[in-house]
Each structure stands twice: as C-alpha cells, then as structure tokens.
C-alpha cells in the first residue's frame, strides 16, 4: 500500500489489508487521494493530490505520520519511463522513452 509515492509493508495486519477485509482495495495502490478524502471509492485511489485543499492535505500528512510509526517503508513508486540523476543538489528526472531532451525537476512532479 502506497501514500505518497512511498510502499508500505501492511502484510502483518491480514485483518485488514488482507483479501476480501475491510482496507483490501487499497492494495497494490497508492492510496493518498483516498485517505485525504477518506473515500472507499475508487476513483479515489490514485496518488494525484491536485484540487485537494489545505484541510485535505493535513489529513493525508496525519495518514502518513500514522504509516510511517507503524509500518516498514519498502519502497517508492517511480515510473519505468523515468531514469533519475543526482545533478549537485537538485535531482532531475529524464524521461528515456522520448527522443527528446526534456527533463523535469523533482518539484515539477517527477516521482523519486
């Protein structure tokens, strides 16, 4: 399960994230929008934040302070068509499957 753009290791509670329990439509997505809304629709269960307002963001940093205390972060959702370079102190994103020189910086939404 993903907030954030961050996995979470959920396995250990079955009870809940487990097939057929209550949380099981949030595996194997990232979960943010969902969680900022508290929605169990699925239209929701992407990691687009756009529209979402100041109160919605706050709940979903609450979310993830919560995952954070209490589950293993095991990795990060990046796209496969997106190659990072470390380039002094700002990371820029390379997108290889275009043959074209356009890059964008991590503030400009490319996922690490």
């Known amino acids: 399960m993903a907030i954030k753009y ?3 290791d959920v396995s250990r509670l079955r009870i809940f994230y487990g097939p ?5 439509l949030f595996m194997g997505k990232d979960t943010s929008r969902a969680l900022a809304h508290m929605s ?13 307002s100041s109160s919605e ?7 993830e302070f919560k995952f954070m205390e209490k589950y293993v972060k095991v990795g990060q ?4 068509r997106i190659v990072f370079k470390n380039k002094g102190s ?5 997108d290889v499957s275009q043959d074209t ?8 939404g490319a996922l690490i």
Request: proline letters at 2%; hydrophobic letters at 25%.
């Open 40 to 52: 169990f629709d699925s239209k929701d269960l992407t990691g687009n934040l756009d529209g979402l």
């Open 6 to 8: 961050n996995i979470y």
């Open 20 to 24: 057929g329990e209550p949380y099981s």
């Open 101 to 108: 020189n356009e890059k964008r910086t991590e503030s400009e």
């Open 57 to 63: 963001l706050e709940v979903l940093q609450d979310w």
């Open 90 to 94: 700002e990371r820029e994103a390379e």
């Open 77 to 80: 959702i990046v796209s496969e």
